[in-house]
């Protein structure tokens, strides 16, 4: 409504015809950091990485973590993220 208002007051005042059209806004402001992981393919099974960054030290903290073939993947990936989420 301001904008339309706007437009009117600079048309009538420069007698031109144009838009003043608002500024993007960005409304992904939360800053928050999260778990990263990378799964790699290794002989016998996989290997995830898992990356975190600690505030309090001002470091970034990675995790080393050996899924071995006869373990089920997605089941490992759950206690792995579990495991994580407690101990922060």
Do not use: C
């Not at 030290?57 to 995790?63: A, E, F, I, L």
């Amino acid at each position: 409504m301001f904008i339309n208002w706007l437009n009117k007051f600079i048309n009538k005042k420069n007698n031109t015809i144009g838009a003043i059209s608002p500024e993007p806004v960005r409304l992904n402001t939360i800053d928050a950091r999260g778990m990263n992981f990378t799964v790699y393919k290794a002989n016998g099974g996989f290997v995830l990485e898992h990356r975190q960054y600690d505030s309090k030290t001002d470091r970034s903290n990675n995790y080393l973590h050996i899924i071995t073939e006869d373990m089920e993947l997605g089941e490992e990936i759950a206690k792995i993220i579990t495991y994580t989420t407690l101990r922060s």
